[in-house]
């Protein structure tokens, strides 16, 4: 524990960013997450931590409604972003989507060049006006996500072809690219080297300036390196949220502590 | 328990080697070497009767694309095929092919009479008689193509009649015809007389792949060509047809479908259907295309729609496995960055299952250009002596075969010079489905998965 670099705490008294109420998720019988309220702060990177299985993605999915894919999926509760319910009748999910961006635990490009993987978000969304403006899109977004010295030579080379880590980087960049408030990761590093992973938290780090970010990871080590605030899950419930310095040096439920220095990584 | 592990473990531990076999290894190397040999013996089995059909086919089939022909010097008078002698070919058609029959006699009474006789006393008219009976329709048409031939003397390649060709291929002897009255041994000494001299000869004949079907009389004449058409605009209907109606159906039940019991129902209903035999399908296209919606009797139309039919569980289970191959990944990344399902669909999933859905509406086309049962239900099958189509209506509405159907016409006639032809249109065929299935192949090759 000691020789974790806590990052810096100065969190400032910020708006709430995402506002979940009683959030119920069950899989047909199956109750996976237990009335679950948090308040998510804007400009904040928040750690979802916790023993697998507990619950931590499906609670990261409700927040662009990707449980929705799932038929066997149903969410109960409020979620508001800006103080609007994401589950109303009136959202559309897909526009929800442009607005909370993602990026999964193992890196996903499009089986396309690296310009169209950053390209199709805005494409889609009518963000650019002709092509100009389209390349100053990606080049912004790949700039953002660190990776634009790497592949500017490249950029009509398969997204795929690249490495485990500079595909990750290419997948925040094709999430930025749409403009979202919010960045959702779901264990973005889990599938890279540690050096990749450095490259990425490095990045998250720095992604905080312009977004929300809820980042889900099975190591405490980078919940306490990248985030200001950390929420503990446990079997489908919200044990603990609060200032990550706080959880790791002082929690308060022993099932976190048992969490934090039973297992470490 | 005891017996063999605790007698072998601590006892022998010792003294075993791993430069000595025990017995278990040996015994386990042997079942092993044995089963190698059966799956060898197994192949073995398969690629001597493949070799066995190829060696077949070809043997009998090559013969179907040569044909024996005559090269014959005919005079063509003015005064018995233009009696009134003013060249209106109205007038000429009034000269059926019974009087250009003649012509026929009188030119290789010539070339005899320029040739220096003849052994045996073979009358002209029998000497016309190893021509095809198409001979003399052959002159009429030259002449009322262009009338100003008349009065000349013109060289003309007829084909040789079907005896006349079995004895160039070895299928006729001079023994073998004893009972034959369409041939002599005098003809068949005239024959080797003009091959002597020339004027008969055997050469690769493009009118088997090109031409049309002709009567039981004349199979020297007949061809594949028409019937090739007819499997051609069939083809063109189940893949306007099958294709898309394949591809949505698969797309809706794989990507939009909720998982319930009618989508179950449905899943088991299309996996029966592929296993239905053809027959089937072939009575319900009589009962509904032909009897209820009364679509022309043996037109490839209506051959189209029942293969459209029988082709649709192929294509809609080939396109749904492809689908389900293209990794969920993608179709998060695409849900991720605010696509819709249907745009994650077709700009993703889609693209990535092209491959695989060409692949399977191939083979599914395929199998039905193969297919011959359906086809005897709705007509198809029967002596379709008919022209190549001139437009693409009646290509698909007037009566016409295919080219399975085609070739089970010919096996069944009498004439042996018929099953050698319908040997030769297997050949055809088999080249169009080995062309088909190496495209596929290719295609597969070619996009291999890519992520
Ligand atoms: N697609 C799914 N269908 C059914 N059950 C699921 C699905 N995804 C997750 N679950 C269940 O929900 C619970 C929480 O899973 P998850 O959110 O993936 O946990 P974590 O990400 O914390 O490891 C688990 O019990 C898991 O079995
Ligand atoms: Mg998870």
Same mark, same amino acid.
């Given at each position: 524990?000691?020789?974790? =670099?806590?990052?810096?705490?100065?969190?400032?008294?910020?708006?709430?960013?995402?506002?979940?109420?009683?959030?119920?998720?069950?899989?047909?019988?199956?109750?996976?997450?237990?009335?679950?309220?948090?308040?998510?702060?804007?400009?904040?990177?928040?750690?979802?931590?916790?023993?697998?299985?507990? #619950?931590?993605?499906?609670?990261?999915?409700?927040i662009?409604?990707?449980?929705?894919?799932?038929?066997?999926c149903?969410?109960?509760?409020?979620?508001?972003i800006? #103080?609007?319910?994401?589950?109303?009748?009136?959202?559309?999910?897909?526009?929800?989507?442009?607005? !909370?961006g993602m990026?999964?635990?193992?890196?996903n490009?499009?089986?396309?060049?690296?310009?169209?993987?950053?390209?199709?978000?805005?494409?889609?969304? #009518?963000?650019?006006?002709?092509?100009?403006?389209?390349?100053?899109?990606?080049? =912004?977004?790949?700039? =953002?996500?660190?990776?634009?010295?790497? !592949?500017k030579?490249?950029?009509?080379?398969?997204?795929?072809?690249?490495? #485990?880590?500079?595909?990750?980087?290419?997948?925040?960049?094709?999430?930025?690219?749409?403009?979202?408030?919010?960045?959702?990761?779901?264990?973005?590093c889990?599938?890279?080297?540690?050096?990749?992973?450095?490259?990425?938290?490095?990045?998250?780090?720095?992604?905080r300036?312009?977004?929300?970010? !809820?980042?889900?990871?099975?190591?405490?080590?980078?919940?306490?390196?990248?985030?200001?605030k950390?929420?503990?899950?446990?079997?489908?419930h919200?044990?603990?949220?609060?200032?990550?310095?706080?959880i790791?040096?002082?929690?308060?439920?022993?099932?976190?502590?048992?969490?934090?220095?039973?297992?470490?990584? | 328990?005891? /017996?063999?592990?605790?007698?072998? *473990?601590?006892?022998?531990?010792?003294?075993?080697?791993?430069?000595?076999?025990?017995?278990?290894t040996?015994?386990?190397?042997?079942?092993?070497?044995?089963?190698?040999a059966?799956?060898? $013996?197994?192949? *073995?089995?398969?690629?001597?009767?493949?070799?066995?059909?190829? +060696?077949?086919?070809v043997?009998?089939?090559?013969?179907?694309?040569?044909?024996?022909?005559?090269?014959?010097?005919?005079?063509?008078?003015?005064?018995?095929?233009?009696?009134?002698?003013?060249?209106?070919?109205? &007038?000429?058609?009034?000269?059926?092919?019974?009087?250009?029959?003649?012509?026929?006699?009188?030119?290789?009474?010539?070339?005899?009479?320029?040739?220096?006789?003849?052994?045996? /006393?073979?009358?002209?008219?029998?000497?016309?008689?190893?021509?095809?009976?198409?001979?003399?329709?052959?002159?009429? %048409?030259?002449?009322? *193509?262009?009338?100003?031939?008349? /009065?000349?003397?013109?060289?003309?390649?007829?084909?040789?009649?079907?005896?006349? %060709?079995?004895?160039?291929?070895?299928?006729?002897?001079?023994d073998?015809?004893?009972?034959?009255?369409?041939?002599?041994?005098?003809?068949?000494?005239?024959? %080797?007389?003009?091959? $002597? &001299?020339?004027?008969?000869?055997?050469?690769?004949?493009?009118?088997?792949?090109?031409?049309? /079907?002709?009567?039981?009389?004349?199979?020297?004449?007949?061809?594949?060509?028409v019937?090739?058409?007819?499997?051609?605009?069939?083809?063109?209907?189940?893949?306007?047809?099958?294709?898309?109606?394949?591809?949505?159906?698969?797309?809706?039940?794989?990507?939009?479908?909720?998982?319930?019991w009618?989508?179950?129902?449905?899943?088991?209903?299309?996996?029966?259907?592929?296993?239905?035999?053809?027959?089937?399908?072939?009575?319900?296209?009589? *009962?509904?295309?032909?009897?209820?919606?009364?679509?022309?009797?043996? $037109?490839?139309?209506?051959?189209?729609?029942?293969?459209?039919?029988?082709?649709l569980?192929?294509?809609?289970?080939?396109?749904?496995?492809?689908?389900?191959?293209?990794?969920?990944?993608?179709?998060?990344?695409?849900?991720? +960055?605010?696509?819709?399902?249907?745009?994650?669909?077709?700009?993703h999933?889609?693209?990535?299952?092209?491959?695989?859905?060409?692949?399977?509406?191939i083979?599914?086309? $395929?199998?039905?250009?193969?297919?011959?049962?359906?086809l005897?239900?709705?007509?198809?099958?029967?002596?379709?002596?008919?022209?190549?189509? %001139?437009?693409?209506?009646?290509?698909?509405?007037?009566?016409?075969?295919?080219?399975?159907?085609?070739?089970y016409?010919?096996?069944?006639?009498?004439?042996p010079?018929?099953?050698?032809?319908?040997?030769?249109?297997?050949?055809?065929?088999?080249?169009?489905?080995?062309?088909?299935?190496?495209?596929?192949?290719?295609?597969?090759?070619?996009?291999?998965?890519?992520?």
């Amino acid at each position: 524990m000691n020789d974790m =670099r806590l990052s810096e705490r100065a969190v400032d008294a910020q708006n709430i960013k995402i506002a979940a109420r009683n959030v119920q998720v069950y899989y047909g019988d199956n109750h996976a997450i237990k009335d679950v309220s948090v308040d998510i702060e804007d400009k904040t990177v928040t750690a979802f931590i916790g023993p697998s299985g507990c #619950g931590k993605s499906t609670f990261l999915r409700c927040i662009n409604r990707m449980n929705d894919t799932i038929d066997i999926c149903r969410v109960e509760g409020d979620i508001l972003i800006d #103080g609007e319910d994401i589950y109303d009748r009136e959202v559309d999910p897909v526009q929800l989507r442009a607005k !909370v961006g993602m990026v999964f635990q193992k890196p996903n490009p499009f089986p396309k060049s690296i310009y169209d993987n950053v390209a199709y978000g805005p494409r889609i969304h #009518g963000l650019s006006r002709g092509k100009s403006d389209l390349d100053d899109i990606v080049e =912004r977004a790949l700039r =953002r996500a660190a990776i634009w010295d790497e !592949v500017k030579d490249r950029l009509s080379a398969p997204g795929t072809g690249l490495s #485990g880590g500079q595909q990750q980087r290419l997948c925040i960049a094709r999430a930025v690219a749409t403009e979202p408030e919010v960045l959702l990761m779901d264990e973005p590093c889990s599938a890279l080297d540690p050096i990749a992973t450095a490259q990425v938290e490095e990045l998250i780090d720095e992604l905080r300036q312009n977004y929300s970010v !809820v980042i889900v990871t099975h190591s405490m080590q980078q919940a306490a390196r990248v985030s200001q605030k950390t929420a503990f899950f446990h079997l489908g419930h919200l044990v603990e949220y609060g200032e990550t310095g706080h959880i790791f040096t002082n929690p308060e439920d022993p099932r976190t502590e048992s969490y934090i220095t039973g297992r470490i990584g | 328990m005891t /017996d063999m592990t605790n007698a072998a *473990a601590p006892a022998a531990a010792p003294k075993s080697s791993l430069l000595q076999q025990d017995a278990r290894t040996r015994r386990r190397n042997a079942a092993e070497t044995r089963f190698k040999a059966y799956g060898i $013996a197994a192949i *073995a089995v398969g690629l001597v009767m493949l070799a066995i059909l190829l +060696v077949t086919i070809v043997g009998r089939g090559t013969g179907a694309f040569t044909q024996t022909f005559i090269t014959l010097e005919v005079a063509l008078p003015a005064d018995t095929l233009d009696k009134k002698g003013n060249r209106d070919p109205e &007038e000429m058609k009034k000269v059926s092919t019974f009087g250009y029959k003649p012509l026929l006699a009188q030119a290789f009474e010539a070339k005899i009479a320029a040739t220096g006789g003849l052994d045996s /006393d073979l009358d002209p008219k029998k000497m016309a008689g190893i021509l095809s009976d198409s001979a003399p329709a052959q002159l009429r %048409d030259f002449v009322l *193509a262009d009338p100003s031939v008349l /009065d000349r003397t013109v060289a003309f390649e007829f084909l040789a009649s079907s005896r006349v %060709d079995g004895y160039m291929k070895g299928r006729v002897s001079r023994d073998s015809i004893a009972q034959d009255k369409n041939i002599s041994v005098e003809q068949l000494d005239f024959v %080797d007389k003009l091959i $002597a &001299e020339g004027s008969l000869e055997k050469r690769f004949n493009l009118d088997f792949i090109t031409g049309s /079907d002709a009567s039981d009389a004349r199979p020297e004449a007949a061809g594949m060509g028409v019937s090739m058409v007819g499997s051609f605009f069939m083809m063109l209907v189940v893949l306007t047809l099958a294709l898309p109606i394949g591809v949505a159906a698969s797309i809706y039940l794989e990507e939009f479908a909720p998982k319930n019991w009618i989508t179950d129902v449905i899943e088991v209903n299309i996996s029966n259907l592929a296993a239905v035999p053809s027959i089937v399908f072939g009575i319900l296209g009589l *009962a509904v295309f032909i009897n209820y919606m009364h679509l022309p009797n043996s $037109a490839p139309l209506v051959g189209g729609l029942v293969l459209t039919l029988m082709t649709l569980p192929t294509i809609i289970i080939s396109t749904r496995a492809s689908l389900k191959s293209v990794p969920p990944s993608i179709r998060d990344a695409a849900l991720g +960055v605010g696509a819709s399902k249907m745009q994650s669909v077709f700009h993703h999933v889609l693209p990535l299952a092209a491959p695989g859905i060409l692949t399977g509406t191939i083979i599914g086309l $395929a199998q039905a250009l193969g297919e011959t049962a359906p086809l005897l239900l709705i007509g198809m099958v029967g002596f379709i002596a008919s022209n190549p189509p %001139d437009s693409i209506a009646s290509g698909l509405l007037d009566p016409n075969s295919a080219m399975p159907a085609q070739i089970y016409e010919w096996a069944k006639r009498a004439d042996p010079a018929f099953y050698e032809r319908a040997w030769g249109g297997i050949i055809i065929l088999l080249v169009f489905l080995v062309t088909m299935n190496t495209i596929a192949v290719l295609l597969r090759r070619r996009f291999e998965r890519r992520w």
